[in-house]
């Protein structure tokens, strides 16, 4: 698995430290770590981007962006409001192939879902799976209405004959209700794929050290982590 792509069923579901995550356990298992920003929009240009904070908060990797666009919209819209050239699926997929070529993992995290538009062609991050022919990880939400939207998602991949590796839960709660905690034995089934880790709310506000150290305890096996499902969906067991 030299590179991944890191996607979400949405907005502000912990996607970015989801991929923090993932490169942290990487890198405790010994692995070389790039993380690429597809399109980075909602920030100056000397703002912090989403890979800045997955360096900040996983260590050693290299960092790196293809475009940044100053409005919170997405990469398409963004880039034709502030007149910049957009970005296109074929960049992404070269500039990540060349990241792979001196990294033993790539991890490209995208901008808001799947299908979110990079330029007028309708360039998306699945086009950039297909290129790359590289597995699809989805963060997905806890609580109410997370299945839907890990479904349509699952459904798309399917349809686009994309690898999907797994779900991760961005953001689990500290006292998950009755919704969430039903949701740890469903999102796998509506997904057809595993479910390979739920990160604690608010990890990614830990100090960077405390980060590394817990990281691997919220990611399954196949992400270079300890996390076992199966106690986890036992214990949420309403």
Not at 191 to 211: C, I, K, N, Q, V
Not at 214 to 232: I, K, M, Q, S, V
Request: charged share 20%; net charge negative; with cysteine.
């Amino acid at each position: 698995m030299p590179v991944l792509v890191i996607t979400g069923t949405g907005t502000e579901i912990g996607k970015t430290v989801t991929t923090a995550a993932v490169a942290t356990a990487a890198l405790a298992a010994g692995r070389s770590v790039a993380v690429l920003k597809a399109a980075q929009t909602g920030v100056g240009p000397d703002e912090r981007g989403d890979a800045d904070e997955v360096a900040r908060l996983a260590g050693p990797v290299t960092a790196a962006e293809i475009a940044r666009f100053p409005e919170p919209l997405a990469p398409g819209t963004a880039a034709r409001r502030a007149g910049m050239a957009p970005v296109h699926p074929q960049e992404v997929a070269e500039r990540a192939a060349k990241l792979a070529a001196e990294h033993d993992l790539v991890l490209v995290e995208g901008a808001g879902g799947l299908l979110v538009r990079f330029d007028a062609a309708g360039g998306t991050l699945a086009d950039v799976a297909r290129l790359l022919d590289a597995p699809v990880l989805v963060v997905a939400q806890a609580g109410l209405g997370t299945l839907n939207v890990t479904e349509l998602t699952a459904r798309e991949l399917r349809r686009r004959a994309l690898e999907f590796a797994g779900v991760v839960i961005g953001s689990w709660p500290d006292a998950p209700d009755l919704a969430t905690r039903c949701n740890v034995a469903d999102l796998p089934e509506v997904a057809g794929a595993p479910l390979l880790g739920a990160l604690p709310a608010g990890a990614g506000a830990l100090p960077p050290a405390e980060f590394r150290t817990a990281a691997p305890g919220w990611l399954a096996p196949r992400l270079d982590g300890t996390w076992d499902a199966e106690a986890f969906r036992v214990r949420q067991m309403p």
